[in-house]
């Protein structure tokens, strides 16, 4: 980190303007002012459920970032953080009585939309709302990337890596929904560690790239016969590599590129309906790369940008979606720096962002490297 800054009161006030800026970004340029049903059923975005319009015993409904500021203003809003292939609800046959004040052309149904528990307050396996009033355990949700629940790390039947390159999580029920992950988790996910062997574990498992692709592309001569296009996932089912087939999967940074993309493959997958695993921008970090880029061009050097860049993307979302409460909040704050006479260094800041938070989610894997 480089050495404290100092700032005034008045040149934090005056940075309003900036952190709306940011707050764009850390939603991946989802649009606060626009309803994202237009654009159909979108690749990745930030979705809210309302419990007010919505709750639980009907039908379960999800709505964009700029509904759920312009049609849900001051109601019980569910943050769903973000959800792929999604289009808009707000509004449709869903919602008796609430008509969508930004887009009136809506189909009665999204049919191609999926949802689960979480758009009616619930996450996980132990179906609890989150935060849980009864539970005092310290805990982190994560979010599977095939069914997009969130877990308790403490529910995922493994223990929860360190290692931050160890980004994607697929949870023990979808891996066996799905059973061919087994054969890649075996080679690219490196040996399982279960609850019962809990052990200081940091990347020392994670495969090195090399041997990975070793494995993947085997060095060995091709006869004549092969020498149509190979499929991956068979040379992999061939090679007896095994490891215990339960508990949630942790992938390596990039292990969706190593997936075979063979025709067969493609079919199988598109058949589970994962095609997106071999889409690199389908992840998380693909969209907020792509909300940090457009962003780009506002990024200078002061320290309350920098600090809410520091803090993990949940704190960030949650900063942004009750921002106008933070500001005010925020405001209080530097108030008693004023009173005080202090200046505000962005530690300071800092702190007050993580006070904010209520939630602990896993935090942003960034780009840090394991030792
Ligand atoms: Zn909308
Ligand atoms: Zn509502
Ligand atoms: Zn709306
Ligand atoms: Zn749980
Ligand atoms: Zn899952
Ligand atoms: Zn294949």
């Not at 007010?52 to 019980?76: F, I, M, N, R, W």
């Not at 200078?300 to 500001?327: C, F, T």
């Amino acid at each position: 980190m480089c050495e404290e800054q100092t700032v005034s009161l008045v040149d934090v006030l005056e940075e309003d303007e900036e952190l709306e800026e940011e707050a764009s970004a850390v939603l991946g340029g989802s649009d606060s002012d626009s309803c994202s049903y237009p654009q159909g059923y979108v690749k990745r975005q930030a979705l809210y459920a309302c419990n007010t319009c919505t709750p639980q015993g009907g039908e379960a409904a999800g709505v964009c970032l700029a509904c759920s500021y312009k049609c849900h203003e001051g109601h019980d809003l569910y943050e769903l953080y973000t959800k792929r292939n999604f289009r808009c609800d707000c509004g449709n046959r869903k919602f008796s009585g609430l008509q969508c004040k930004l887009y009136h052309e809506k189909d009665a149904v999204n049919s191609q939309n999926k949802y689960n528990h979480n758009f009616f307050g619930v996450y996980c396996t132990c179906r609890r709302p989150y935060p849980d009033p009864d539970d005092q355990v310290e805990d982190e949700m994560i979010q599977c990337v095939v069914c997009e629940d969130w877990l308790h790390g403490r529910h995922l039947g493994r223990v929860v890596p360190d290692c931050v390159e160890l980004q994607e999580m697929i949870c023990e029920s979808c891996m066996n929904k799905n059973p061919f992950l087994w054969t890649y988790a075996a080679h690219l996910a490196g040996p399982e560690v279960l609850v019962e062997e809990r052990r200081d574990e940091s990347c020392a498992n994670v495969p090195k790239k090399a041997e990975v692709d070793d494995v993947i592309e085997p060095s060995c001569k091709r006869s004549r016969e092969e020498v149509e296009p190979s499929c991956r996932l068979k040379v992999l089912q061939a090679s007896q590599q095994k490891r215990d087939q339960s508990g949630a999967v942790f992938w390596p940074s990039a292990w969706r590129s190593k997936l075979c993309s063979c025709i067969t493959c493609q079919a199988q997958l598109s058949a589970a309906g994962l095609s997106f695993l071999l889409d690199e921008l389908d992840t998380v970090l693909a969209y907020e790369n792509k909300g940090k880029s457009s962003e780009q061009v506002h990024q200078g050097h002061d320290p309350l940008m920098s600090a809410l860049d520091n803090l993990n993307r949940v704190q960030q979302l949650e900063i942004i979606h009750g921002y106008n409460d933070m500001k005010t909040e925020l405001k209080d704050f530097l108030q008693t720096f004023a009173a005080e006479g202090k200046v505000v260094t962005s530690e300071d800041i800092r702190h007050f962002f993580e006070q904010q938070s209520r939630k602990r989610r896993r935090v942003d894997a960034g780009p840090f490297y394991c030792s």
